[in-house]
């Protein structure tokens, strides 16, 4: 009971001082932004205006009472399409980091505890796939896999999963050699039960760092994927095709079908970014003593 005392009384200071600094401030602007794009994800039919798949107005008509954000090429209103497009974007982020968080974290930890030639293997492999770039790399997979969400995010988790495995692999070299996983040895402990009871939990304070940077990353890497024409398939609204698409009429002066899909992509990922780096500093009491 007083140890938990303790652990309650640390974690109430450390948010404490996180908040009351500048970078608590960050974190808070970031957290209102990230949920700010979760509620119009998950609430989009109510919000959004129109269908975003159909006509509803006139070609290219620029932002009135009736269409807020104007229409595009086709008379789809696009603020519908900038709402609906937040589910897209949020669903593939998640579905993306997921799955290179459940390749890297698990093959980190086998890597970095057995060590030997797995571990030389492993790391070979995953520093190949971590040498190429990433939007080049997804790009070669998505042509690959064609269009659809789960391809798309199997074509980004690809790219970030050695960023996992690196970063684990890395913790659990010097965690292994520490005196609490000697003393589970040293009572017969198998292997699994180290790896999960005593290395994991001092280990995912890294992945839930590392996973809130790459959320960013993979938003933009899904736009750019759309934006080539890689993505998920029109009409379906989608930031990075609706960004491509607009550009085509920057010409004609319609500035609008660029301008807000590009402000929700830069908005969402600043977003991330900025919760990212104060959960960084809650998580890493090393970096709070720096500050």
């Known amino acids: 009971m007083v140890q938990d005392k303790f652990m309650s009384y640390k974690l109430a200071s450390a948010v404490r001082e996180l908040f009351g600094s500048s970078t608590g401030v960050i974190t808070f602007v970031g957290l209102v932004i990230l949920l700010f794009y979760v509620l119009l994800a998950v609430f989009s039919p109510y919000l959004a205006p129109y269908d975003p798949t159909k006509s509803v107005g006139l070609s290219l008509s620029p932002p009135s ?54 571990d030389r293997i492993l790391t070979l492999i995953m520093d190949a796939v971590y040498s190429f770039p990433g939007l080049i790399l997804a790009i070669a997979i998505a ?17 970030y999963a050695p960023t996992y495995f690196r ?38 304070p ?43 009429f920057i010409l004609s002066r319609a500035w609008w079908a660029l301008l807000y899909p590009g402000l929700a992509i830069i908005t969402v990922v600043l977003g991330f970014s900025m919760f990212s780096e104060g959960l960084n500093e809650f998580l890493n009491p090393t970096v709070r003593e720096k500050r």
């Open 167 to 204: 970063v684990i692999r890395s913790q659990v070299t010097s965690i292994k050699n520490e005196l609490y996983v000697e003393g589970a040895r040293a009572i017969g402990a198998k292997r699994s039960t180290i790896l999960l009871k005593y290395v994991l939990p001092n280990v995912l």
């Open 206 to 248: 890294s992945v839930v760092v590392v996973l809130s940077m790459n959320l960013a990353d993979a938003i933009m890497t899904e736009a750019g994927l759309s934006f080539l024409g890689l993505g998920i398939a029109p009409p379906t609204p989608d930031w990075g095709f609706d960004l491509s698409n607009g550009r085509r």
């Open 65 to 118: 009472h009736e269409h807020l954000f104007g229409t595009d090429n086709l008379g789809r209103d696009v603020l519908s399409r900038v709402i609906y497009g937040a589910r897209i974007a949020l669903v593939i982020a998640f579905l993306s980091v997921a799955v290179a968080a459940a390749i890297g974290v698990p093959l980190g930890l086998v890597s970095g505890y057995i060590g030997g030639i797995l």
């Open 143 to 159: 042509a690959l896999l064609g269009p659809g969400i789960f391809n798309i995010a199997i074509s980004i988790a690809v790219v």
